[in-house]
């Protein structure tokens, strides 16, 4: 038991933030806030160049052999510089890839991920069911050699700027049901996107398949063990809530750095606004609220990278991290006062993307049922007597 | 029996005539209007100069001066009937509530000739205001203001810079406050005097802000104003300021009539929204937080009425009505936070997205609230109000 980084983390975290602050600027971030990809290709360039892209994958594909630990890490300062959401998808989209067959199409993808030639994304959440498979309707079905998917996705992020969107699909129950992952080129015949207009400005769409094909070596599905891909897709949604965790703790430890900066140059009353108690007390609860969130979500991170059982620690994190976040960019606005909510200042571009991963992954609420159900409380789930429907 | 929570027959009557207004002239386009772009920047157009001018024939911008003087002398239960259904509606009434706000300050405390001059160009919306009163470095601590306004000959001089300084790109006059006597105890040199905002020398720069909505940077440099601009007496200005805070507080912080429309909207959203196979409204942690809501919402509500009696009573409610202004301020910030982490992921989507909860108001109000709680004197102050003056804690300093 020692809660406490090694040398090298800090060092990967150090080079991370410095990389990070010269290159993902809030005047880029401002700008790519208002494009219809919200991506930046030069940006990209130089993260693939530093192998931040890949810094998880294994070595064998171009990828740096990091644990998901140290991609933690990085996510840290992504989440204080505000980078863009691809880099989350497509790290989301890697952690479905790395762990599907067959061979081929995974040693591709990943070799094209890592060596930054390809955004990537996942197509989870439909209209009314967003994270339980069995009530999802998108589905493939087999002609010929080939597959056709139809159905619709929604909140699917990055969906213009992705270059591969991975469609979590129910398969016939002929072939023993369970689901696939279809890759698909957003391009394709038959695929088509409707944008959302988000609170984080962040680039989501909803995304339709009308019999789009699919090649047989474009439909993936699980390891060894079994054929169903979903066990390997909730995998790494798990991961990828820890990795929101991670963002969210860098994003909030900014700005209760950018409000503790301004608290002592602020002078009213002839001293420093952070001289008064009150003030004094708000920053120290957002202190305490972020510390807190870092070690819930440092634990989760190490739990995934040593390959323990890890829901609990997740949903821990997560549960703690929503309304941290939000709660700090709130109490940072109060502290600013006028001077934070003029939109020349960048404090609402975290409070922004404070709501937006609120709700990513789930928010406080999913969360504690899903800790209710890992402390063996009898938690009521919704009906699923006709779950297989959509299943074709 | 006394007392009682029910509302007497004039009341309801009272709220059926503004709403049956509201529904007449706050037309589907003037909702459009401030759903995209805000109540403040929305007040610049013609359709809402016009909306303005409808509620000005009404005599509601003097709803609650004295009838001696075209007033309608409604009482604060009566004001807070008439801010509940403007807010449940989204209709802006930041024009109207500093009219009101501006007139019964001059009312109680100008001079005669204040009132003449000033009096009968409100309720008619001839003249309209924004307030000048905070500086870059006169927010929180307002007694630092520095703009300075000296006489020369009948006429005084203005120079200096306003902040937040809201609907000065359209309205008539600035209700300015001033540095008169640079000598005296910082509370004793400040004077009000109403400056025409077309007077050579003032510029107005637009701020924009998150919510969308437009406040301003005003600039002086050397506006000359006649000497009965002048309102009651040279350097008792922090007086007028005082006052005028206090019935902006009771007048703009007392009601949660948008609040009650929030939660309306949100309990009904989360009855439509299947999520996995149940409604959002079938489960029971959404059930809890809604019920929560529903509480706190109660209690801004009660603390609203109490305070608006205690005003109807004759007493000034400094305690109560920091209590309304903190927790009503904060529950706006707890409401819109709560509201678009319930409905999950379509919690995030703003207005202009077609599923979009009430059209975006409820991300908007969220964006707005920051203002809420820091804005007409920060929470922090009013928690050193509830204490000090309601519980005789010491004060330091």
């Not at chain 1, 549960?319 to 001077?339: F, K, N, R």
């Not at chain 2, 929305?42 to 005599?59: L, Q, V």
């Not at chain 2, 009968?120 to 520095?146: C, M, R």
């Amino acid at each position: 038991m020692e809660l406490a980084l090694s040398e090298d983390q800090l060092l990967l975290a150090k080079s991370a933030r410095e990389l990070l602050e010269r290159e993902c600027t809030p005047s880029l971030v401002r700008a790519l806030r208002d494009s219809p990809t919200g991506h930046s290709t030069e940006l990209w360039r130089v993260l693939a160049d530093h192998d931040w892209v890949g810094v998880a994958l294994p070595e064998s594909q171009g990828g740096s052999g990091a644990s998901i630990f140290e991609l933690g890490l990085f996510m840290e300062q992504a989440g204080r510089v505000l980078l863009p959401t691809t880099y989350a998808a497509t790290t989301f989209a890697a952690e479905v890839i790395r762990r599907l067959g067959p061979d081929a199409p995974r040693r591709e993808l990943l070799e094209r991920i890592c060596a930054g030639d390809m955004v990537a994304t996942v197509a989870l959440a439909e209209r009314e069911s967003v994270r339980e498979p069995a009530f999802m309707r998108t589905h493939v079905r087999q002609v010929d050699d080939h597959w056709l998917l139809t159905g619709e996705k929604m909140f699917v992020v990055a969906p213009t700027a992705a270059d591969v969107v991975l469609v979590v699909a129910r398969r016939p129950t002929s072939i023993g049901g369970g689901h696939a992952v279809a890759l698909v080129d957003p391009l394709a015949k038959g695929v088509t996107a409707v944008p959302h207009v988000t609170f984080g400005r962040d680039p989501q769409a909803a995304v339709s398949f009308d019999e789009v094909v699919v090649a047989e070596d474009k439909l993936l599905v699980g390891d060894t063990s079994s054929d169903d891909a979903w066990p390997v897709v909730d995998a790494a949604v798990l991961v990828a809530t820890a990795l929101e965790c991670a963002e969210m703790v860098g994003g909030a430890e900014r700005v209760l750095e950018i409000t503790a900066e301004y608290v002592k140059q602020r002078h009213q009353f002839g001293r420093p606004i952070g001289s008064f108690q009150a003030v004094q007390h708000h920053v120290a609860d957002m202190a305490t609220s972020v510390e807190s969130g870092r070690w819930a979500t440092y634990q989760a991170l190490w739990r995934l990278a040593e390959g323990l059982p890890a829901r609990r620690e997740v949903s821990i994190a997560k549960a703690w991290c929503s309304p941290m976040y939000t709660t700090v960019t709130q109490l940072a606005h109060q502290l600013h006062g006028g001077a934070g909510i003029v939109i020349e200042h960048d404090l609402h571009l975290w409070s922004e993307r404070a709501k937006a991963t609120q709700v990513r992954f789930g928010g406080r609420d999913v969360h504690l049922r899903a800790l209710a159900g890992e402390m063996g409380l009898p938690v009521r789930v919704a009906p699923s007597s006709d779950a297989t429907a959509g299943g074709a | 029996m006394r007392p009682s929570f029910a509302f007497t027959a004039e009341q309801e009557a009272w709220r059926q005539e503004v709403r049956a207004f509201l529904a007449e002239a706050f037309t589907p386009e003037l909702r459009a209007e401030v759903g995209a772009v805000g109540s403040e920047e929305a007040g610049a157009s013609a359709a809402m100069a016009d909306f303005r001018r409808k509620i000005c024939e009404k005599g509601w911008y003097g709803l609650n001066w004295p009838e001696s003087y075209s007033g309608l002398g409604k009482s604060a239960v009566e004001m807070l009937i008439f801010a509940e259904e403007f807010e449940r509606e989204d209709a802006p009434t930041i024009e109207r509530a500093i009219a009101s706000t501006i007139g019964l300050t001059i009312l109680h405390l100008g001079t005669e000739h204040n009132k003449q001059m000033w009096i009968p160009k409100i309720s008619n919306g001839e003249v309209s205001f924004a307030l000048g009163y905070s500086e870059p470095d006169a927010g929180t601590d307002l007694a630092a203001l520095q703009t300075r306004a000296e006489r020369d000959g009948d006429d005084w001089v203005i120079n200096g810079q306003k902040i937040w300084n809201s609907v000065a790109h359209y309205a008539t006059h600035e209700w300015l406050a001033v540095r008169t006597d640079p000598d005296a105890p910082r509370h004793h040199g400040i004077s009000i005097i109403v400056v025409p905002l077309d007077s050579p020398g003032i510029t107005v720069q637009p701020l924009l802000t998150w919510s969308g909505l437009r406040t301003n940077a005003t600039f002086f440099e050397d506006v000359r104003v006649p000497g009965d601009h002048l309102i009651g007496e040279e350097n008792e200005g922090w007086t007028y300021v005082t006052a005028a805070l206090a019935f902006e507080r009771a007048n703009a912080f007392g009601s949660a009539g948008h609040l009650r429309r929030l939660l309306d909207d949100l309990v009904e959203r989360c009855r439509t929204t299947t999520i996995d196979r149940e409604t959002l409204a079938e489960r029971p942690e959404v059930q809890m937080r809604l019920a929560e809501l529903e509480v706190d919402l109660e209690i801004a509500w009660l603390l609203a009425y109490r305070t608006a009696a205690i005003v109807d009573s004759g007493r000034v409610p400094e305690t109560e009505g920091a209590m309304v202004k903190v927790f009503t301020s904060e529950f706006e910030t707890k409401l819109t936070d709560w509201g678009m982490e319930l409905l999950d992921l379509y919690g995030q989507l703003a207005g202009g997205d077609p599923d979009a909860m009430s059209g975006g108001r409820l991300e908007r109000t969220y964006r707005v609230a920051p203002v809420g709680r820091f804005g007409a004197g920060t929470n922090e102050i009013q928690r050193d109000i509830i204490a000090q003056r309601g519980w005789g804690l010491p004060r330091r300093r």
